[in-house]
């Protein structure tokens, strides 16, 4: 594998989705900036012109990390140009009583030429994220990172859910059927319906090696592919793991600081075969033969 520098974009950004020759790169707010993929190699020293701005719907009531951000399958209407898109909690909620575990929104996004509105239309929560035997991990210490990322695989129609077990020194893998957007029961508190993933919706699970603070994820091809680290740390290095989901492995750790990149990575995404990664910094990069380097 290389490395291709591209551009920048805006800085302080958390993860980001690819869809119908866009980039839309999101801030841990519900704030997204979207680029045109078409202009992310032709300016190389600044900021990459951007195409549209938007605000997620009802952020100032439930604020998404967007730690870990997807398109799925399904339109929610069959003249929308966009499938749906989902964006996780994460840990936005940690210091309140509800800490909004394992919750992933679901939006429908609707474009006018240049201006982007967005809808939420469902909640997805997995239902046993105190479970001590399935989740959280039991022990003398409390788990950093209980929160739990998500991506999908939009080919088989299978919702990923995965969290850090840190007194297993373990990273779980849990694969649900994707939900409908019709499905769920009415929450009143955010006006749409929520999905709640109970202990018997799970259709398999396993354990991988520990990932190191969950950063963006996606899936392409069978495969998970799970960024994680901070800035310049030792004991975090910035990294890439790529996991089999058929199998069941982990089948390739990438660490960034061998290719001389060493800030906190944020978001990783396809359009087609062609891999985009980028840092807490802004910095776009194409990661070059990563198919062909791990097989």
Known sequence: MKIEFLTGIKSNRQDG????GYLFS?????ECTVYEIASLGKVKNGEAKSFSEF???KN??????????????????NDDEFPLLYTNIYNNCADLPDKLKGVCLVYRLQRKEKS?????????????VEN????????EKADVRPYGNFTIDTERGVYYAFTMRDNTNSTRYFSFRLPKVAEGEFCEKYNVKKVILNQSDILDFFDCEYHQYIQGACLKNGRIYSLEGFSDSVDNPPSLRIIDTIDKKQICLIRFKDYGLNIEPEMIDFEGDTCYYTDHNGNVYNLVNIFTDTE
């Open 26 to 30: 999101f801030n841990h707010k519900g």
């Open 17 to 20: 989705a690819i869809f119908g």
């Open 60 to 77: 100032e009531i439930i604020v998404p990390h967007s730690n870990s951000v997807m398109f799925g399958n399904e339109y929610y209407s």
């Open 55 to 57: 605000v997620l719907d």
């Open 132 to 139: 001590e035997n399935l989740w959280k991990s039991s022990g």
């Open 116 to 128: 982007f509105s967005s809808t939420l239309v469902q909640l997805i929560e997995i239902g046993f």
